[in-house]
């Protein structure tokens, strides 16, 4: 069986694979790699603006900590956040790009700082998906049936 890191790994895929809520795990090191991954879908909803969404809906932080807890970060969830990223383009032509430059810079810098690189990986995969996204589809702004929905989070009590 691995250990350390690549153990908490293995128990993180292996959770989500049998679709259970990712704060279940029992191991101290499943613990923190969930949490880890947790903070970093907060830090992404933050930047990408989408907690400021949640709470103009009113949605309570326990709400919204309760129903991403029950997602790992993945292609569905980061092609949500694409869509997001299309539709400020919409709005403000050139944000796309201006963040994927800063996004990319940041990378850079955290990676000479020795700091964490996850949160700055994903910010550059979901802007790349989204520029993708724009000159590959003509019409992204209708969403799938498998995407993550605001309403959906506000709505399911």
């Known amino acids: 069986m691995p250990s350390g890191f690549q153990g ?13 809520p990712l704060l ?9 790699a969930c949490f880890k ?6 830090q992404l909803l933050h930047w990408n603006g989408s907690l400021k969404a949640l709470r103009e809906t009113k949605c ?34 050139g944000i796309l790009s201006q963040e994927l430059r800063m996004a990319l ?3 850079e810098e955290a990676r000479k700082a020795g700091q964490e690189l996850r949160f700055y990986k994903e910010k550059k995969e979901i802007l790349s998906l989204a520029l993708t996204q724009i000159y590959s589809d003509p019409d992204p702004s209708s969403p799938s049936d ?12």
């Open 8 to 20: 908490a790994r293995a128990a993180a895929s292996a959770q989500r694979k049998h679709d259970r």
């Open 24 to 32: 279940t795990f029992t191991s101290w090191e499943g613990r923190a």
């Open 37 to 42: 991954e947790l903070m970093t879908i907060f």
């Open 60 to 93: 309570s932080r326990q709400e919204v900590i309760s129903y991403y807890s029950q997602y790992s970060l993945d292609e569905k969830m980061r092609s949500h956040m694409a869509l997001d990223w299309i539709m400020k383009e919409r709005e403000s032509p």
């Open 105 to 107: 810079r940041q990378l």
């Open 146 to 157: 498998d995407q993550l929905s605001l309403a959906a989070l506000c709505g399911y009590h």
